[in-house]
Nanobody
Framework: QVHLVESGGGLVQAGGSLRLSCAAS????????MAWYRQPPGKQREFVAE???????QYAGSVKGRFAISRDNVKNMVYLQMNSLKPEDTAVYYC??????????????WGQGTQVTVSS
């Protein structure tokens, strides 16, 4: 059994910063990638950023230069530093990871989400 738990969401004014954290726990052999997605009100879930086990990173164009993803492979955690926040960043942010529970068994997991609200 594997769980992802996010924390760090909240209310912030436009131009401010927030740092999200996500902890993976359970029967973890290795983690291929860890990522953040978000779902704005009334819209579909969308990709934000991801970091692979070799530290390669990818970002959505809308957050590039403002958000930074990082990973702690010892603690099985991923972080999202969000700077210069805009009202359009308001969304429920979800942690996502592809985790191997054995050498040959890999599944994708989701956290429960954390709300980020940016006021104008």
């Amino acid at each position: 059994q594997v769980h992802l738990v996010e924390s760090g969401g909240g209310l912030v004014q436009a131009g401010g910063s927030l740092r999200l954290s996500c902890a993976a726990s359970g029967s973890i052999f290795s983690i291929d990638y860890m990522a953040w997605y978000r779902q704005p009100p009334g819209k579909q879930r969308e990709f934000v950023a991801e970091v692979f086990d070799d530290s390669r990173q990818q970002y959505a164009g809308s957050v590039k230069g403002r958000f930074a993803i990082s990973r702690d492979n010892v603690k099985n955690m991923v972080y999202l530093q969000m700077n210069s926040l805009k009202p359009e960043d308001t969304a429920v942010y979800y942690c996502n990871a592809q985790i191997r529970t054995t050498t040959y068994t890999s599944n994708t997991y989701w956290g429960q989400g954390t709300q980020v609200t940016v006021s104008s």
